[in-house]
């Protein structure tokens, strides 16, 4: 991949997103959901809860992901040159299950500020309308943050149950792609996906997110790792580089990172969701 065409950051402009986008082959996709489902049957419940953020620091291969060019190259084009990642996210609908994500704005609880941010989800499996492929309602990223109403449904996999009413689904473009594909979007855009009613599990590694080295977290504290360019400004905390898969160095980064995390996720809350 290379740098965006004029026509490419027009269409994101336009409607607040831009998909499908070819990253990764579908063998290295294969080699990621290889490496989640090796730490899900030796770590048990080490990608539950909240620790299916951050989960770039528990392993050599998810952090390598978050440094691919063709990835960087359509971020750049997007916040420019000087990049950081700020946090990593796994979405897993298994099969025939009832988790869903609400429609939201990734913006509203975040504390990420000035909004030169990206959202980067990459397809591990194959990720369409039948297996609960994420929706985008395009241009909704123009206006100002909505009203969220606070569900904490058990069955949705946002950490509070976050969600605006009366979205139209037909009004919604589905985000179908191929396992290696990859789509980014606005931090105020309008988006949501249901139900996965396949015969296999719908894997998502969302890097949640990509920001500007000028990029401030208002409401706690990130840590975040250099992507690509330079950083004056040094607002955050830098994480430590994986070396090993699920070592003890590694669990310690993502846990201190998580913990800060949670602050945010829940800051002005006085209930805490599963994850």
């Known amino acids: 991949m290379t740098m965006f065409s004029t ?126 492929c994420m929706r985008m309602l395009p241009g909704s990223h123009k206006e100002n943050l909505k009203f969220h109403e606070e569900k904490f449904d058990k069955n949705n996999l946002l950490t509070r149950g976050q969600t605006i009413k009366d979205v139209s689904l037909d009004k919604t473009d589905p985000i179908v792609l191929k396992a290696g594909e990859i789509s980014l979007h606005h931090p105020l855009i309008v988006h949501g996906s249901g139900l996965n009613n396949s015969d296999d599990r719908r894997i998502g590694f969302v890097i949640q997110s990509y920001i500007g080295t000028n990029v401030k977290q208002v409401i706690g504290k990130m840590y975040v790792q250099k992507a690509r360019g330079e950083d004056k400004y040094n607002y955050h905390e830098y994480s430590e580089i994986p070396l090993k898969l699920m070592g003890k160095n590694e669990i310690i980064s993502q846990n201190k990172a998580n913990k800060e995390l949670s602050k945010i996720f829940y800051n002005g809350s006085n209930k805490k969701g599963k994850f």
Do not use: M
């Not at 730490?39 to 951050?54: D, F, V």
């Not at 990049?83 to 996210?89: D, E, P, Q």
């Open 7 to 132: 026509d490419q950051i027009s269409h994101y402009r336009s409607k607040g997103y831009i998909s499908p986008l070819s990253a990764l082959t579908s063998n290295e996709a294969k080699e990621i959901r290889n490496e989640i489902e090796k730490i899900e049957k030796n770590w048990p419940g080490a990608l539950e809860g909240i620790n299916r953020n951050y989960v770039h620091l528990i392993s050599p291969i998810l952090n390598k992901v978050c440094l691919n060019k063709n990835i960087l190259d359509a971020v750049e084009s997007i916040i420019g040159k000087n990049i950081l990642i700020c946090g990593t996210t796994l979405f897993i609908k298994e099969k025939k299950e009832k988790g869903f994500v609400s429609f939201h704005q990734d913006a509203k609880y975040i504390g990420l500020e000035p909004h030169n941010w990206v959202t980067v989800w990459l397809a591990v499996t194959d990720t369409n309308e039948n297996n609960g």
